[in-house]
């Protein structure tokens, strides 16, 4: 894997530093009880700026998927290739740390059988010994009238259960709408709906596909989806941040 290609805006204090400084036992509370969890502020607007910069690239991303030809929404996304930008690796190996414990008990209490290594590096490590070689960070681009269907961002037989989505731009200025939806099912009742409000810069961390839930009769699962409501007016960018690489 080749050196990580750096943005052009850095700043003093690092992604890693910031992280360390989050109140961590409030966040793996929501976590637990949501299914998602707000890190806010962890990039700056200097920062978001650079990133989105970066979408009309094409020597950087490895494909373009236009949502509508598949069904999948309105808009567009493009998955970064290797070497990643230095913020994005930056923000996969420092956060990861953080989640692999809770995503460990999470997997414990499911009795799912999988754990997940400490190090990012040793992870990805394990899904290219699959086959699973493909970059998934992503930067998806909406207009007025664009949107996110709910789905689950599940690449091959190696998945980490938590991600990541950064919001680029800023509500009321850059756009209208465009709300981080999720939904939560649970056995035998209907669905529950979680609007997550994010402003520039802020990230929400979040389940892929199942998280645990104590029931009266012990823990149980439940499935989430993510989306992303229609926007309104304007154009919004996101960095999603996926652990696990594609096959």
Known sequence: MNAPIRTAAASADTISSRLQAMDWESVYQDLDSYGSALLPRLAT???????????????????????????????????????????????????????????????????????????????????????????TPLMLQYGAGDYNCLHQDLYGEHVFPLQAAILLSEPGRDFRGGEFVMTEQRPRMQSRPEVIPLTQGDAVVFAVHNRPVQGQRGAYRVNLRHGVSRIRSGSRHTLGVIFHDAL
């Open 45 to 135: 607007p200097a920062e978001c700026a650079a990133l989105t910069a970066l979408y009309p690239r094409d020597d950087i991303f490895r494909s373009r998927v236009v949502m509508e030809r598949h069904g999948f929404g309105r808009g567009e996304y493009k998955y970064f290739n290797y070497p990643l930008p230095g913020l994005i690796a930056d923000l996969r190996s420092a956060l990861y740390p953080l989640l692999a414990p809770l995503a460990n008990r999470w997997n414990e209490t499911m009795h799912i059988a999988a754990r997940f290594p400490q190090q990012h590096a040793d992870f990805i490590a394990r899904c290219h010994a699959a086959g699973q070689l493909r970059p």
